[in-house]
């Protein structure tokens, strides 16, 4: 368990550390993804005549678009991208990170926010054209098989599980009544780790026969036919001490 | 690898990098600029997860081990989940919501939700500026919005709802919080307002009704009105009770405000709904300090300004649960049936015309809602004089008698229902002021005139004592028969079984008895025969 209360690092709040950001789109990001090396993507040109323009361009080896199927290389990411800036007005905006250690720190303001917009040129187009279609294919698909399929299942004479069940309760037998005195023990021993029981659980743990076991359990226990705990089996309240956490083995005879 | 931008003539480049391996999850914390928050002036800050929504998605607390468990109970929830398909929302601690301390215990707090679809479409990045001058872009995670806490104190949505209902009355709103941390304060402050503090409040109430009552400037009136807002806001738990005082509270405030003439807004609807379950709650014992009330009313019948029937039922309502709560037991119940036979003929008349078929047995209904209420007096007449303003003039003209015969034998008001009848009859619109004996004047001669037979019958023969209404006597018929023509069954209807303790047969034997002794004159008003008598 991480202790989230965290006191928050205000040094770059101090500073007044000032931020861009920006909205880019999702195949850019997706072609950022794919940068090598120290993850240089581009270059972003802003010009000062007169009004300020900011662009950006993908580098050359990212245009390289990854599409599944056909035409892979002949549809290109878009390279200019021009920035529209936006105003921060009614939002104030901060930056705050989480580190693996959960230390949370303000890394500063966002003075200026933009929208990295691609250039509308025809490679672009067609970019869009190719998310388009394959964002129309449906997920599923129906076909037509020629041949039934035959190789799922096949007769069996004996399923192995079975055969290895029915080995199973050959090797283990009947269940054979022990001492009475062992099956109490048993059973109280079961009845300190849980309060309610179910008849076959109580069967399993014990492993004596269903009748020779409600007999005993009669005599210690009571059933519960109705209420939360429905058809099971509890200790009789002299015999049980659950507030104290402790077992009373009650009188045994 | 240092670059620079290279400038060219105008403009500059700069190198842009996404780095690959960062530990660090870029997040938005977004504050409405309105909140004025600047992070540079922040000393101190603390910020973690808000955890408290854990328990929605968490199982019931059922023991594992020890007591109270059972064996392989998880395991069959489990199952019998899976075999439902219910499936239960993860608590992702990711999207739960963060709470940021600024500047310590006494500084801001604000809570930060995550804004959903933000990295779906488009992604975000944060652009930061290196040492190199070259451009970072970081990828945004999260988005969170910040908000400031109040740590101002809120009304609960109980009391916002009352506060609302009475946002027209209520001109001073900063007093309604100033009044709520006295009441607190005055109660010490217990936990929490609605936790034991139920006797004392009641009490509180009970003083500050009577205190209150006493006075009656407007802005007291508000304030007693906001006071009962509050307190009775207090309890939550009190329910039918509270409903009640906050009613009874409303309707004294509206009723002050009616006696002052202020202009008001109609009546809003959920006063009106809260009427209506004002019956309901007649059976409730009430504090003493509805017993102030009454007082309230006495000053209320003189007023004079004529109003509408509605304005009269519920005034009449009004003073019917005040009256209510001071007499419990049998007169509660006596009053609730003269309330609602006046409410019944106030509808019958103005349903019906003022004709004479129809409106006897409304007259007659009313006057025994009206013998009813002369019994227990001093309440319903003043609004009733308004109220049937409409409907039947002559009528309201008789109230003013009732009031005066106040302590008087039942025999008298009978006299004075009687003569309401007539007058009822004779739809003569007069004004309010006439006394019952100058009506009654009126209408002796001019019963005279229709016949110049007068059939005197001695006093002799009387079955039971008289001045008493209750018994079925000649005398009693003689004096309805005087007053004006009556059939057989008016004459059934004014003694009631069970007003005289006799059977519905034994009545009608007596009464034809005692219509033979009399013989009294015959006459055909609109088909049915009418007796009367002249004298």
């Known amino acids: 368990m991480s202790d989230k209360g965290q006191d928050v690092d205000l040094t770059r709040a101090k500073q007044n550390t000032g931020v861009w950001l920006v909205k880019v789109p999702k195949y850019l990001s997706q072609q950022w993804g794919k940068a090598s090396g120290r993850g240089e993507v581009g270059k972003l040109k802003i010009a ?50 989480e580190s693996s250690l959960d230390q949370i720190t303000i890394e500063g303001m966002v003075v200026q926010r933009a929208e990295c917009r691609p250039a509308v040129q025809e490679s672009y187009v067609k970019l869009k054209k190719l998310q388009i279609e394959e964002s129309t294919k449906p997920l599923r698909l129906s076909q037509r098989l020629e041949k039934a399929v035959t190789t799922n299942y096949k007769p069996v004479s004996n399923h192995t599980y079975n055969v290895e069940y029915e080995k199973k309760k050959k090797e283990e037998g009947k269940r054979a009544r022990s001492d009475k005195e062992k099956v109490l023990e048993m059973l109280f021993s079961a009845f300190e780790k849980h309060q309610y029981y179910n008849i076959k659980n109580l069967v399993e743990i014990t492993k004596q026969p269903v009748i020779y076991l409600k007999e005993i359990l009669r005599e210690i226990g009571v059933y519960n036919s109705r209420g939360p705990h429905k058809s099971t089996w509890e200790l009789k309240p002299e015999y049980h001490h659950y507030q104290e956490g402790e077992e009373d083995e009650g009188t045994m005879e | 690898m240092t670059s620079l931008g290279n400038s060219s003539s105008t403009g500059t480049e700069y190198i842009v990098r996404v780095p690959k391996n960062t530990s660090k999850r870029y997040n938005i914390m977004a504050f409405n600029a309105g909140d004025k928050v600047n992070c540079s002036t922040w000393t101190q800050a603390r910020m973690e997860r808000d955890m408290s929504n854990r328990r929605m998605y968490g199982e019931e607390e059922t023991p594992e081990a020890g007591a109270g468990s059972e064996f392989g109970k998880k395991q069959r929830e489990e199952a019998r989940r899976k075999k439902y398909g219910i499936i239960t929302k993860e608590f992702k601690v990711e999207d739960q919501p963060w709470l940021l301390k600024v500047n310590g215990k006494a500084g801001r707090r604000f809570k930060g939700l995550k804004k959903g679809g933000v990295t779906e479409n488009a992604s975000y990045y944060i652009f930061t500026q290196c040492a190199d001058g070259a451009f970072e872009a970081f990828p945004v995670h999260g988005w969170y919005n910040f908000t400031p806490q109040a740590k101002h104190r809120t009304l609960t949505a109980e009391e916002a709802e009352e506060e609302w209902g009475r946002r027209n009355k209520v001109v001073n709103h900063f007093s309604i919080m100033l009044q709520r941390r006295l009441r607190e304060q005055e109660h010490g402050e217990e936990e929490e307002e609605v936790a034991g503090e139920k006797g004392g409040k009641k009490k509180k109430k009970k003083g500050g009704k009577g205190g209150d009552l006493r006075i009656h400037d407007l802005e007291d009136d508000l304030e007693m009105s906001s006071d009962e807002s509050d307190s009775s806001g207090g309890e939550d738990g009190e329910g039918k009770s509270k409903s009640k005082k906050d009613i009874s509270s409303k309707a004294k405030a509206k009723k002050k405000k009616k006696r002052k003439g202020s202009d008001q807004e109609g009546l809003e609807d959920s006063d009106d709904g809260d009427f209506e379950g004002l019956e309901v709650d007649y059976m409730s014992d009430e504090s003493s300090s509805e017993e102030e009330e009454p007082e309230k009313a006495k000053p209320n019948k003189g007023d004079d300004v004529p109003k509408g029937i509605d304005e009269a039922s519920e005034s009449e309502e009004e003073s019917e649960e005040e009256n209510k709560n001071e007499e419990e037991g049998k007169e509660e119940e006596e009053e609730e049936e003269g309330k609602k036979t006046p409410v019944q ?130 005398d009693a018929v003689r004096r309805y028969l005087i007053r004006k023509p009556m059939t057989t069954k008016d004459l059934l209807k004014k003694f009631q079984t069970k007003r005289t303790g006799l059977s519905s047969e034994q009545t009608v034997n007596v009464l034809a008895q005692i219509l033979k002794k009399l013989n009294p004159e015959r006459k055909n008003i609109n088909d049915k025969m009418h007796f009367y008598l002249t004298e």
Not at chain 1, 77 to 84: G, I, N, Q, T
């Open chain 2, 345 to 474: 003929t106030e509808k019958k008349k103005k349903k019906e015309k003022e004709s004479s078929g129809e409106s006897d047995s409304s007259e007659d209904s009313d006057i025994e809602g009206e013998t009813a209420s002369a019994l227990f007096m001093k309440k319903r007449t003043p609004p009733k004089r308004g109220g049937r303003g409409s409907a039947g003039s002559s009528r309201t003209g008789s109230r003013p008698g009732t009031p005066s015969i106040d302590n008087a034998a039942t025999s008298n008001t009978l006299r004075a229902a009687a003569s309401k009848l007539e007058q009822g009859k004779r739809q003569a619109a007069t004004s309010s002021s006439d006394t019952p004996a100058a009506k009654r004047l009126k209408m002796e001669p001019s019963s005279q005139s229709p016949s110049g037979k007068s059939t005197p019958q001695p006093a002799s023969g009387k079955s039971t004592p008289s001045s008493s209404d209750v018994q079925l006597t000649e």
């Open chain 1, 48 to 97: 000062n005549q007169g009004k300020t323009t900011v662009s950006f361009s993908l580098n050359e080896e990212l245009t390289v678009v990854e599409s599944s199927g056909e035409t892979a290389s002949s549809v290109r990411a878009p390279r200019e991208h021009p920035f529209s800036m936006q105003s921060v007005g009614g939002q104030t905006l901060a930056v705050f990170t």
